[in-house]
């Protein structure tokens, strides 16, 4: 698939030929988005392994409010099975950070691809639905591959501890999506 060079336009490629539905890459995002490594794209340096392994700085500097707004896709992993594809978005009052498996040998990487599409798809209307409010920063985590789901506003005074901010806002599957919704519409 030929592209105009850009990093935007190298990253759909990508998730075309894999047969991947596309990141909503927030537009005024898209040019500022540069290849970091293979399979990595961001606004920002990232590590794209600590981003699969969903641990890091990530949560933490945005309940501290020391990130500015960023948007980072990445596919990473380990071993035969063990692959997902990584979403971090925070812009406004919504910080997103979400993984789905998907490229593992024994992973039915169809239904994976399925899923991905429609929680990108949710992302995409809590982007627009954060747009609309002028609450406070709203973040959502979500991976599957963790068994993590928890959404809730920054607390205030900020507070960096990720799995205080888990524990009091755990949700069960993709709920977390819905608290967004919910939090981002009041």
């Not at 961001?42 to 590590?47: K, N, P």
């Not at 990130?67 to 910080?95: K, M, R």
């Not at 990487?109 to 209307?125: D, I, Q």
């Not at 920063?137 to 959404?151: D, M, Q």
């Amino acid at each position: 698939m030929r592209t105009d060079g850009s990093p935007y336009a190298e990253m759909v490629a990508a998730f075309v030929t894999s047969r991947l539905p596309l990141p909503p890459i927030p537009k005024p995002m898209r040019a500022q988005l540069r290849a970091v490594r293979e399979w990595c794209w961001a606004t920002r340096d990232i590590d794209a392994f600590a981003m699969y392994l969903f641990e890091g700085d990530f949560p933490a500097d945005v309940l501290a409010g020391r990130v500015p707004d960023y948007v980072a896709v990445s596919h990473a992993g380990h071993g035969v099975n063990s692959y997902a594809v990584n979403y971090h978005l925070v812009c406004g009052p919504l910080a997103v950070f979400m993984q789905v498996g998907w490229g593992g040998v024994y992973t039915d990487n169809a239904a994976a691809a399925r899923r991905l599409g429609r929680l990108w798809k949710r992302c995409e209307s809590l982007h627009e639905a954060g747009a609309a409010t002028t609450g406070g920063r709203v973040v959502c985590l979500f991976s599957e591959l963790r068994g993590i789901s928890a959404c809730g506003p920054v607390p205030d005074p900020a507070d960096p501890d990720v799995h205080a901010f888990l524990s009091a806002n755990r949700t069960a599957g993709e709920d977390a999506f819905d608290v967004a919704e919910r939090l981002l519409s009041t």
